[in-house]
């Protein structure tokens, strides 16, 4: 039997223990496993298959030349770390899934900005902080995120207050909210990586969002075989 991809998972060091054990689980039922990663603790990329940048405290804007807001958290140990891994993983070819900040995180590391009160901008989007599937968001046809989890509208959880302004290098919008505001990006070549501003691990029991990491399971595995990652994807979107 082939050993399942093996996964590197950031996480805070302030809820990690409660959000690593559902991110393993939907890695488990996609096929791969995972380790967690803390800022202080060892994380090398060369040691897994591929990536998860995890959710958390908001992203310092000392790393794409934004303004410090008042109700801003941040973590500037967990910020380079995760953008070294992002850096490291697009050298070396492994691919990425960013999950909230985690998408933040990686168009920030790709040369991209960010909205730091994305819903000050962004009036029309409904605002809710809630881990059940409230927000309606619309994806973009013709992008990997539509093939892999379909085009009609969708109901996602929503815990973010950034959101992404000017696209990193190599990405595209795969999603909006009602009110315009990106809720996906992916990059538009190899390797595989995307970033949603829901949090998918919350929401293992609908088949969409089991699909996300279907993709990054398939896409690990393809890549630890040498194989592109992305034709492996768009065949497992069109399974």
């Known amino acids: 039997m082939t050993e399942r991809p093996l996964i590197g998972v950031t996480t805070s060091r302030q809820s990690g223990w409660r959000i690593f054990p559902l991110v393993a689980l ?23 298959d591929g990536l998860i940048i995890g959710g958390g405290d908001d992203i310092s804007p000392d790393l794409y030349g ?34 909230c900040r985690g998408a933040q995180m990686l168009n920030v590391a790709l040369g991209g900005t960010l909205h730091e009160d994305a819903y000050g901008v962004y009036t029309a989007s409904d605002r809710h902080w809630t881990i059940l599937p409230r927000k309606e968001i619309e994806i973009v046809p013709d992008t990997r995120l539509g093939r892999l989890a379909g085009v009609r ?18 990405l595209r919008i795969a999603a909006r909210d009602t009110g315009g505001m990106v809720q996906a990006v992916e990059r538009v070549e190899e390797p595989f ?47």
């Open 193 to 239: 990586a995307l970033g949603v501003q829901w949090h998918p691990e919350h929401l293992f029991y609908a088949y969409r969002q089991r699909a996300l990491f279907r993709a990054l399971v398939a896409a690990a595995r393809a890549g630890r075989e040498a194989r592109n990652q992305l034709p492996v994807v768009s065949d497992l979107a069109g399974a």
């Open 153 to 170: 509208p969708m109901r996602v959880n929503a815990l973010h207050s950034q959101a992404v302004k000017e696209l990193g290098a190599g």
């Open 66 to 99: 934004g303004e410090i807001i008042t109700s801003a958290r941040l973590d500037p140990d967990r910020d380079a770390m995760e953008q070294c891994l992002v850096e490291e993983a697009m050298a070396r070819g492994k691919p990425v899934l960013g999950i």
């Open 26 to 48: 939907n890695l488990w039922l996609a096929g791969g496993r995972g380790v967690r990663w803390v800022a202080g603790r060892p994380s090398d990329i060369a040691t897994v």
